[in-house]
């Protein structure tokens, strides 16, 4: 990404340093979908992924007169959110039951790890939705924290990726490709038993056109 | 097939044909459309600024870094595994002090903090709803009654010396936990 995005990104931060608050939610308009989605690609429900992008946006609040690198504030929020999310997650998994993982063994652990169940995902109304969220979740860990990540919006840089993945840059270009591939293996075969039925939901169009004005009214908020 | 714009072909074409990055455009649209940070979660992180005081954030306050939290212990929730009422240990470092942190998780739930080494401060228990502030007694020790579940963050200031040191340490503010 430009040096200037990231000049504007230091300056932003040095004004709420200054105690602006409009820079300060500039910040929280840049930034919140990138924490909310680390959080998510860590496969936590709703609940559990807001409170991980609250705590992460009080820690900002509370680390931002020692910020030391205003320019990689993206990075900080999201080794921050990876740090709160892996937190969590290794939290609820010791919260399963044990009964439940000696009758159903690691299957069980996994199954509550699975991320977007159904009710979780508030929009997902179509069955093509339901299926690429499940072949979503079929997927890695690593790979649906990559995937998840990069789907932020706006995108993330690949530096902020690094630190919400804990990934060399190099790599992410690589893995990103193959986890696409596995999703698009997992699609595949979810989609086998039933032909292409599914496939002819046409009104895909529609709604594609109506989520482009969502990004514009957000940045005027 | 061949005649479609790329740009359409991801809603329309046969799974069987997606390429990669049609399956990319698929993904991010799905989660853009449908995975959204909710909007109590982003009024609350915009409103941070306007709702805690400059006092807070104080630049002169150390920050004492949580280093110990049972929760994240496996010896210790071994052992609350045996008990009937269950007690979470928190342990903030400074350069100066220890606030060591022990939250009753029953009803209501109570928080006793311990300032090590012993010393008189006042203790500000910092919460969503406001702040409960009080002195603790000449031993460093500070006793809330009820605390409500939720982020919270301590904020201490000393009094007086602590017995062998010859100065008084600086005002310090706890990272923020939720309890």
Known sequence: MAEGAENEVAELVAAAQRGDDSAWRALVARYL??????????????????????????????????????????????????????????????????????????????????????????????????????????????????????????PPRYSELSAALGMPIGSIGPTRARCLDRLRANLLSLSAPTGRSETGDTGGKARRTTTQTEPTEREVS | MTGLPEEQSASIIPIEVLTREATWRRLAELARRTDRPPREVEDAALALNERVEPAWRSIDDELAALVYDSDQDPQALENVRSLSSSTRRLTFQAPELLLEVEITLGRPRTLVCQVVPPQPAVLEVRLESGILSSETDSFGTFHVPSVPPGPFSLRCSPLGQAEGYSERAGPVATSWVRI
């Open chain 1, 33 to 154: 979908d990138l924490v909310w989605a680390i959080a998510r690609g860590h496969s936590l429900d709703n609940c559990d992924a807001a409170d991980v992008t609250q705590t992460t946006w009080m820690r900002l609040h509370e680390q931002l007169p020692r910020l030391t690198e205003p320019s990689r504030v993206g990075a900080w929020l999201a080794t921050t959110a990876r740090r709160e999310s892996l937190k969590v997650a290794r939290e609820r998994r010791r919260q399963v039951p044990v009964l439940l993982t000696e009758r159903y063994g690691e299957r069980a652990l996994s199954a509550l790890a699975a991320p977007p169940a159904d009710e979780s995902i508030r929009g997902a109304d179509s069955e093509r939705d339901r299926m690429l969220w499940q072949a979503f979740g079929e997927l890695t860990p690593s790979c649906q924290a990559l995937l998840r990540a990069l789907t932020a919006d706006p």
